[in-house]
């Protein structure tokens, strides 16, 4: 069965660092580019960042530039989000999503891991 | 950035009737757009791309229509499973990916 799998969430001081992993069953996670989108309680998707399946091209929102990083590592099958200097804006349910080579809209995601940004 | 607006925000609708949501793009983005189901508690789920082709194992029940900047998502006879939040998303223009601000389906 193909899913992705978030960790890494949790209750973090405004400031503060925090490191959310994607893993990948069912299909080769070096073979595709990942998306991570966010949505805070009760609002909509916002994308935040990408990665594609080599590392070589990443983007990140305008909200996170400067404070949030990606990065993989293929030899090691891991895909992770580091986000920095982290403020209360930032809580939400992180997710990340699959994409084929290209432009190309999001087919697989997982079920995501909360984030939640608080003193 | 690409805007993408969605319409309504809140449709109600009775088991087995059609629903009929709609989505505006900012600028065209071709057929580059995609409508994601998202149930209570559940991750969005990709149900249309290339604005009229149906992802891997959604029902018939579910079409897609437009081009340009002007886009629409048929559900022809609604089913519980069905009510739900619904997103489009261009994929054309980016970065950023946007997303439409989602139409919720309820029971009427």
């Known amino acids: 069965q193909v899913q992705l799998v978030e960790s890494g969430g949790g209750v973090v001081q405004p400031g503060r660092s925090l490191r959310l992993s994607c893993a990948a069953s069912?299909?080769?996670?070096?073979?595709?580019?990942i998306h991570w989108v966010r949505q805070a309680p009760g609002k909509g998707l916002e994308w935040v960042a990408v990665?594609?399946?080599?590392?070589?091209?990443?983007f990140f929102a305008d909200s996170v530039k400067g404070r949030f990083t990606i990065s993989r590592d293929n030899s090691k099958n891991t895909l992770s989000l580091q986000m920095n200097s982290l403020r209360t804006e930032d809580t939400a349910v992180y997710y990340c999503?699959?994409?084929?080579?290209?432009?190309?809209?999001?087919?697989?995601w997982g079920r995501g891991t909360m984030v939640t940004v608080s003193s | 950035e690409i805007v993408m607006t969605q319409s309504p925000a809140i449709l109600s609708v009775s088991p087995g009737e059609r629903a009929t949501l709609s989505c505006r793009a900012s600028?065209?983005?071709?057929?580059?757009l995609a409508w994601y189901q998202q149930r209570p508690g559940q991750a969005p789920r990709l149900l249309i791309y290339?604005?009229?082709t149906r992802a891997t194992g959604i029902p018939a029940r579910f079409s897609g229509s437009g081009s340009g900047t002007e886009f629409t998502l048929t559900i022809s006879s609604l089913q519980s499973e069905d009510f739900a939040v619904y997103y489009c998303?261009?994929?054309?223009?980016?970065?950023?990916?946007?997303f439409g601000q989602g139409t919720k389906v309820e029971i009427k």
């Open positions: 999503a699959k994409f084929e080579t290209g432009t190309a809209p999001f087919d697989i």
């Open positions: 069912g299909f080769t996670l070096s073979n595709y580019g």
């Open positions: 990665i594609s399946f080599d590392g070589s091209i990443k």
């Open positions: 600028h065209s983005v071709t057929n580059k």
């Open positions: 290339g604005a009229s």
């Open positions: 998303q261009q994929y054309s223009n980016w970065p950023p990916w946007t």
